[in-house]
């Protein structure tokens, strides 16, 4: 059951550095109702010293060029791991991206990442914000230099990899391990699922579920909520950003205003909305599939069925997907010790 993985997750709150060279095993497993790991972390697989410096390096501001921004500047706990209250993320030099950061959770379950799709395997992600001009803009071997010249970085590299080296692979691998730990899986919706205490849904809820099932389950499917494909959504496109989507890394025009489907766990703590954050509401969101979709280039086919453009939706059907997307949001998870930061 799902809560064995919260309970292990739970005893191993205080696993950071305690000095000792040996290594052991993240006990950890796979949510009943979740899928199997669209990653394969075989050769990476979590360690308890591993997943320990992978939390210190995503919190530490030196994974940036001037030492001022941290992975955990853009992904906040509290809001399953999204930069809050931002449309637009900043980074370092205070510089504006495009794009609203997306939420870190069940990471392993993921297929593909970003918006764009920069990355498609959990160890190479972190090198996208940590190479971006805007985001943290430094390199890994230079960061590589700035952690040897810490004596406790030394101790925890030598602890967690049999090499024991501060090197490139190494950091992204740390970073990895983190985050396949991510996992989010007990919201009351998980328990209604899998029929454990807590799970009771109202029937607002469980119309909701409905609705959505019907409605909105093509693209976001399975628990993870996401199918990990791009689509264009019909968006208006904002011209002062001309975001291209999925087209800034394939080239082809085809992928032009393509996105990354999201997950939609934890959803109600996540706003803004969309991949530049223009809605502040999921009222605002599903206002928006039912009377907003517009004919853009590459619209999805999922979104122009019978000559009608988006999602029709009631103000009721509204109010009652809603309700069961707020069944998604993971107390547990936001609240983990583990993945607090360690000072």
Do not use: W
Request: aromatic letters at 10%; proline letters at 5%.
């Amino acid at each position: 059951m799902c809560l064995s993985v919260l309970a292990i997750i739970s005893c191993n709150k205080d696993d950071g550095y305690t000095g000792i060279p040996e290594d052991k095993p993240f006990n950890f497993v796979i949510p009943e109702n979740f899928p199997p790991m669209a990653q394969d972390i075989s050769g990476n697989s979590p360690t308890e010293q591993g997943v320990a410096l992978g939390r210190k390096l995503f919190y530490d501001n030196k994974l940036s060029r001037n030492n001022t921004i941290s992975c955990s500047f853009c992904h906040e706990q509290a809001f399953a791991f999204t930069h809050h209250g931002h449309d637009l993320s900043h980074g370092i030099d205070n510089l504006l991206g495009i794009r609203n950061a997306p939420a870190v959770q069940n990471m392993a379950f993921q297929s593909e990442y970003f918006y764009d799709g920069a990355s498609n395997g959990i160890q190479l992600l972190s090198i996208v914000p940590i190479h971006n001009p805007v985001e943290m803009d430094d390199n890994l071997s230079n960061i590589a230099s700035k952690l040897a010249m810490d004596d406790d970085y030394v101790q925890r590299f030598q602890s967690a990899f049999e090499n024991g080296e501060i090197s490139s692979s190494n950091i992204l691998n740390a970073l990895a391990q983190f985050m396949t730990v991510m996992i989010s899986a007990d919201s009351k919706y998980d328990k209604y699922v899998r029929n454990e205490p807590g799970g009771t849904m109202s029937q607002l809820e469980l119309q909701g579920l409905d609705l959505f099932q019907s409605k909105c389950a093509t693209c976001h499917v399975t628990d993870i909520f996401t199918d990990s494909k791009f689509r264009n959504n019909g968006l208006p496109i904002n011209p002062n950003l001309n975001d291209l989507g999925r087209e800034t890394v394939t080239g082809f025009e085809r992928d032009r205003y393509k996105f990354k489907v999201p997950s939609l766990r934890n959803v109600a703590l996540t706003k803004p909305y969309m991949h530049d954050g223009r809605f502040g509401s999921l009222e605002s969101v599903l206002n928006f599939y039912s009377n907003g979709v517009q004919q853009t280039q590459n619209l999805d086919e999922i979104l122009q069925q019978n000559g009608v453009l988006g999602i029709p939706l009631t103000e009721n059907e509204k109010q009652a997907i809603i309700a069961f997307l707020k069944t998604l949001t993971d107390e547990t998870y936001i609240n983990n010790p583990l993945f607090y930061e360690k000072t």
